[in-house]
């Protein structure tokens, strides 16, 4: 068998026709005998719940050939039997894979020989069974039209197994929208951090899914500003949902860093592409600030003690009233990732990262006519003007960084912060030489200011562990530190910003 290129073009598994879309959903199997009788569900509800019995099962080869190109094959063992179908793991970088939506379908037959695959390339050796989902599904016809279908069962491996179930809600974007907000508040439906096959591989081989997307999004070229929102947003609507996961438990700070800088991009999108969409992300904006605040909190601690903490243990060793302000420094960053894993357990928090989700599925932004000309312009030609005034925000403080205030400074690096957000969104769309360059002396920038603000975070938090005599001897060793840091920082800081001012721009 090959694999090959699938012949009908991507589709969502479930989809009614091309004005639907099909939500997918978490949910806990003891909330499933009041689903079916919950009010915005029966208000909806058209003729009897049909129920049969489901097994799946998916191959591979022994190698998993086709897990590794990012493909699953699986076979319906229900009615039909032998029913065969090909899908995603995970996105592929072509934007047509939203966050809360199950895999694209690639192809289906009765036959696994009878599926084109992957480019042609050949499948080395048979096909085994390598993880399945026995349960039952559960299909309810809903006003609209549309449906309501739970899957509810168990997947296993050769080793393991684990409970599954999942809402899916397909109709009208807007229609399935509303239904999951009604049914947020009464219910524990979450975004799946991964669809119904990387699951079952996951089960398969121990292992956590692997991420649906990471890092920056990259709009490709020639998408349209409305291909390049929805792009955006759904890169790093999976990128935030993947990492509140694993934030909260603090073993390492690495889930805290990628999610703020998740956060981070998004609130830069939405402010880049807010001449084009409107006030429509202005309220998701407003939330992500929200969460931004409550990352930043345990990152910064996490960064004091990772850094300047750790060098003052180092030339301190053995230094009591070092040891005790540092233990308070570790209280404090427990006492902040305490709060954090309070706001992600939240209802409110999950409310919103629903919405978040289901943003690049609804395109709010294109129901405002007045943005229809924006919107259909080439990204290109958008990106060029965004870039030239995020810059002008950067350089506006004039040829010297070295006497401007602290406060002037972090402003200055939070613009710049911005501009390479953006650049980055935007890179695949200009001269990849002249981008990189660009880029590289921003990142330049960026480094010598971030040297200095890490000086001013310090200061603030030694703020908040103030004593007595050892206290204050350990807190002016801080001190000591970071202003010694600053200092050779802003030492280079003036040429640094030269040369970045003086760097060619890659859009022009």
Not at 464 to 469: F, I, K, N, Y
């Amino acid at each position: 068998m090959d694999i090959d290129d699938a012949a009908d073009p991507d589709r969502p598994a479930g989809a009614i026709d091309d004005a639907t879309v099909t939500f997918e959903f978490d949910m806990e199997p003891q909330d499933l005998s009041r689903l079916l009788r919950a009010p915005p569900v029966l208000a909806r509800r058209e003729g009897r719940v049909r129920t049969s019995a489901l097994r799946t099962v998916w191959h591979d080869t022994a190698t998993g050939e086709l897990a590794a190109a990012g493909l699953s094959l699986s076979e319906s063992m229900s009615e039909p039997v032998g029913h065969w179908r090909l899908e995603r793991l995970r996105p592929n970088g072509a934007g047509d894979w939203h966050p809360a939506t199950p895999a694209p379908v690639l192809g289906e037959a009765a036959d696994p020989r009878g599926l084109a695959m992957h480019r042609g390339r050949p499948v080395q050796g048979p096909l085994v069974p390598v993880a399945a989902f026995s349960g039952r599904q559960r299909m309810a016809a809903l006003a609209g039209p549309a449906t309501l279908t739970i899957l509810e069962g168990t997947l296993r491996g050769v080793a393991s197994d684990r409970p599954a179930c999942r809402l899916l809600l397909c109709g009208t974007p807007a229609d399935m929208a509303v239904l999951a907000d009604e049914l947020s508040p009464l219910f524990a439906l979450s975004v799946p951090r991964a669809g119904l096959a990387a699951e079952a591989m996951s089960v398969a081989s121990g292992m956590a899914p692997v991420p649906r997307r990471t890092g920056t999004p990259r709009v490709p070229p020639g998408a349209t500003v409305d291909e390049a929102l929805g792009i955006v947003l759904s890169h790093l609507a999976d990128v935030i949902l993947y990492w509140r996961h694993l934030a909260p438990a603090g073993d390492t700070p690495e889930p805290v860093h990628q999610m703020r800088v998740a956060v981070r991009r998004m609130r830069s999108a939405i402010s880049v592409f807010r001449r084009a969409a409107g006030p429509v992300l202005d309220a998701p904006g407003a939330q992500l600030r929200t969460l931004a605040g409550v990352l930043g909190a345990a990152r910064d601690w996490d960064v004091f003690l990772q850094n300047t903490g750790a060098a003052v243990a180092q030339a301190f060793a053995g230094d009591r009233r070092i040891e005790r302000l540092l233990a308070a420094a570790e209280r404090k960053r427990r006492e902040a990732y305490a709060s954090l894993r309070t706001a992600l357990a939240s209802s409110d928090f999950r409310r919103f990262s629903m919405s978040l989700a289901l943003l690049p599925s609804l395109r709010p932004w294109a129901a405002d006519p007045s943005g229809t000309e924006m919107l259909s312009q080439p990204a290109r030609s958008y990106a060029a003007r965004a870039l030239c005034r995020r810059l002008k925000h950067v350089t506006s403080p004039g040829d010297s960084l070295a006497t401007l205030p602290a406060d002037t400074l972090h402003e200055v690096r939070k613009q710049a912060k911005r501009l390479r957000y953006t650049a980055e969104f935007f890179a695949p769309l200009f001269a990849d030489k002249p981008t990189r360059r660009f880029l590289d002396r921003l990142e330049q920038l960026q480094e010598a200011l971030g040297a200095m603000n890490d000086a001013s975070v310090a200061r603030r938090l030694m703020a908040q562990l103030s004593g007595g005599a050892d206290r204050a001897f350990a807190v002016g060793v801080v001190h000591g530190f970071v202003a010694a840091g600053s200092a050779r920082a802003g030492t280079d800081l003036d040429q640094v910003w030269n040369k970045f001012c003086r760097a060619d721009v890659f859009w022009r």
